[in-house]
Antibody, heavy 117, light 112 residues
Framework: EVQLVESGGGLVQPGRSMKLSCAAS????????MAWVCQAPKKGLEWVAT????????YYRDSVKGRFTISRDNAKSTLYLQMDSLRSEDTATYYC??????????WGQGVMVTVSS | DIVMTQGALPNPVPSGESASITCQSS???????????LNWYLQRPGQSPQLLIY???TRASGVSDRFSGSGSGTDFTLKISRVEAEDVGVYYC?????????FGSGTKLEIK
């Protein structure tokens, strides 16, 4: 059974950093691109970043470029999102998702990040 | 960026009736491989999203055949036949053609 379990969220002050993790199991992690998708409270879904199966390519939405870094450790089957210089508008639930050629066919349960003083 | 625009539903929809959700993209999602890179997701209350339809009309594994997708390169429809209580939630379209990957704003389905 495919499982994606996010961790590392919580309350953080503006300007500070936070690192999210997503532990994957039930599939061959290094065969798949992975992504982070966020959802602000009572709002819709927004793609954040994608990393290729081997970590060689990364893609970001404009609003997080230069502040967020997506990475992976294939030996540990774990996806990461390093978030620096956090802003109040980054407050959201962050989902990790397995990215197939056609879409996100598996999602984690999500982890809440609240940026507030 | 490709803008995805979703239509609203005349909620609530009577149980057993059909419902159609529309989505429009600002650029054709038809790729040179012949596939149209348009996805549909359902987010039930309190849950993570789940993939329903990909390549505009292909049902994801385990998805009921009451869900069907259709459209052209820029105009798309998700049809839900014989709506049931478990169909309640917010439906999102997403273009998977190019980065940044973008979603529609969501369409809420309520059942009467």
């Amino acid at each position: 059974e495919v499982q994606l379990v996010e961790s590392g969220g919580g309350l953080v002050q503006p300007g500070r950093s936070m690192k999210l993790s997503c532990a994957a199991s039930g599939f061959t992690f290094n065969n798949y691109d992975m992504a982070w998708v966020c959802q602000a409270p009572k709002k819709g879904l927004e793609w954040v970043a994608t990393i290729s199966y081997d970590g060689s390519s990364t893609y970001y939405r404009d609003s997080v470029k230069g502040r967020f870094t997506i990475s992976r450790d294939n030996a540990k089957s774990t996806l990461y999102l390093q978030m620096d210089s956090l802003r109040s508008e980054d407050t959201a639930t962050y989902y990790c998702a397995r990215q197939a050629d056609y879409g996100y066919n598996y999602w984690g349960q999500g982890v809440m990040v609240t940026v507030s003083s | 960026d490709i803008v995805m625009t979703q239509g609203a539903l005349p909620n609530p929809v009577p149980s057993g009736e059909s419902a159609s959700i529309t989505c429009q993209s600002s650029k054709s999602l038809l790729y040179s491989d012949g596939k149209t890179y348009l996805n549909w997701y359902l987010q039930r209350p309190g849950q993570s999203p789940q993939l329903l339809i990909y390549w505009m009309s292909t049902r994801a594994s385990g998805v009921s055949d009451r869900f069907s997708g259709s459209g052209s390169g820029t105009d798309f429809t998700l049809k839900i036949s014989r709506v049931e209580a478990e169909d309640v939630g917010v439906y999102y379209c997403q273009q998977f053609l190019e980065f940044p990957l973008t979603f529609g704003s969501g369409t809420k389905l309520e059942i009467k």
